[in-house]
């Protein structure tokens, strides 16, 4: 059983910065890939960035430079993978979710960037 709790959502002004965190507990976290997407009103939910259980990281093209995934897998079985959002803008808005492997989801954390 794999479980995924998302945290570090908020209100953030354009240009301003966030740190979203997932806890993610299992038997098998260690050697899952993990991931962060996001969905805004009214859209469809989109891929934000990867990373795989050696290191190896993926942006989707309007994060590229602005954010950056991370891991720690030091615990066997309690990973933490974070999600550093600089530079926001208005259209980061969205709940954003942690994904494991291709079929565990996170409950989501809200992001508003907004004056």
């Known amino acids: 059983q794999v479980q995924l709790v998302e945290s570090g959502g908020g209100l953030v002004q354009p240009g301003g910065s966030l740190r979203l965190s997932c806890a993610a507990s299992g038997s098998i976290v260690s050697i899952m890939d993990m991931g962060w997407y996001r969905q805004a009103p009214g859209k469809q939910r989109e891929f934000v960035a990867t990373?795989?259980?050696?290191?190896?990281?993926?942006?989707?093209d309007s994060v590229k430079g602005r954010f950056t995934i991370s891991r720690d897998n030091t615990k066997t079985t309690m990973n933490m993978v974070y999600l550093q959002m600089n530079s926001l803008k208005p259209e980061d808005t969205a709940v954003y979710y942690c994904?494991?492997?291709?079929?565990?989801w996170g409950q989501g954390t809200q992001v508003t960037v907004s004056s």
């Open positions: 990373i795989t259980s050696d290191g190896s990281t993926n942006y989707a």
């Open positions: 994904r494991g492997a291709v079929k565990y």
